[in-house]
């Protein structure tokens, strides 16, 4: 496997567990953190073998694959640090532009291909990464309250290295399939790297909105139709940003803003697929 920590990480006092197989990353982190193990520190695998999506759906893995989580034990409230799953997005995407330059910066597609999410390599709210429309990794962040009253944050990051799930309702991709030469272990190099950045900026004073900046830089389909399911509803209009908490905000048919917490995100007028 051959996964290590950036230089940067190791300066900054992170720990690394490397795993041959493990069912979970996040599961795998919090169960330590509970045995009383302290962040910052990544459980990594390419071989995970029962990951889980948003709201429990599952995450199709395959070896080869990248599963990183960070565990992080804090006393900061859940809602400001539910922001960090941005701070992912945003690691992320430096990330892969770092060791994929050829493929990040190939000539993009048209203007109403961007307009409508389906550029080259952006991300999608809440937590997901696409390549031309096609889902590249996905993020997802559990937390536990431990003994002492701590918060321990399992911030888990999933990305299609060398293959990717087929028959789903919606379109995938991996690294593999856009034709880059990297490892799981040369991302997560890189990654670790580009987290300690990211993590770097958001603790600083007014650090959520310089994040939320980055992200908004490199967001899909802003200014475009989109349909969000939340449960029996469907909110339908236009993306027009994300707020201070970095919530969604849609502009609906009627001229009226809606911000948004959690829900489905589909860009479009139709609302019928389930992202994982």
């Not at 493990?22 to 990594?44: C, H, I, K, M, R």
């Not at 958001?202 to 967001?219: K, V």
């Amino acid at each position: 496997m051959g996964f290590n920590l950036a230089p940067g990480a190791i300066r900054k006092g992170y720990g690394l567990k490397v795993f041959d197989a493990v069912g979970s990353t996040n599961a795998e982190a919090l169960d330590q953190a509970a045995a009383g193990v302290a962040g910052p520190t990544w459980f990594v695998t390419d071989n995970q073998t029962s990951g889980r999506g948003r709201r429990g759906r599952a995450w199709q893995d395959g070896s080869g694959n990248l599963a990183a989580t960070l565990l992080l034990v804090t006393s900061q409230s859940p809602a400001h640090v539910a922001t960090l799953g941005f701070v992912a997005g945003v690691a992320l995407t430096n990330a892969l532009k770092a060791v994929l330059p050829d493929v990040t910066l190939r000539t993009a597609p048209d203007v109403a291909d961007l307009a409508s999410g389906r550029g080259r390599l952006v991300l999608k709210w809440p937590n997901d990464l696409l390549f031309d429309g096609g889902k590249l990794s996905g993020t997802l962040l559990e937390s536990r309250f431990l003994p002492d009253g701590s918060l321990a944050l399992a911030i888990g990051i999933g990305v299609n290295v060398v293959s990717h799930p087929e028959g789903l309702p919606y379109p995938t991709t991996s690294l593999k399939a856009l034709g880059a030469q990297c490892s799981a272990a040369d991302l997560f190099l890189a990654l670790s790297d580009a987290w300690v950045e990211a993590y770097d900026i958001w603790t600083q004073p007014r650090g959520l909105a310089a994040i939320r900046q980055r992200w908004l830089e490199n967001a899909a389909g802003t200014g475009a139709p989109v349909s969000v399911t939340l449960g029996q509803r469907v909110v339908r209009g236009t993306f027009e940003t994300i707020d201070e908490q970095c919530r969604f905000v849609i502009r609906t048919d009627d001229g009226s803003t809606e911000t948004i917490t959690a829900g489905d995100v589909h860009f479009g007028t139709v609302a019928t697929v389930a992202n994982q």
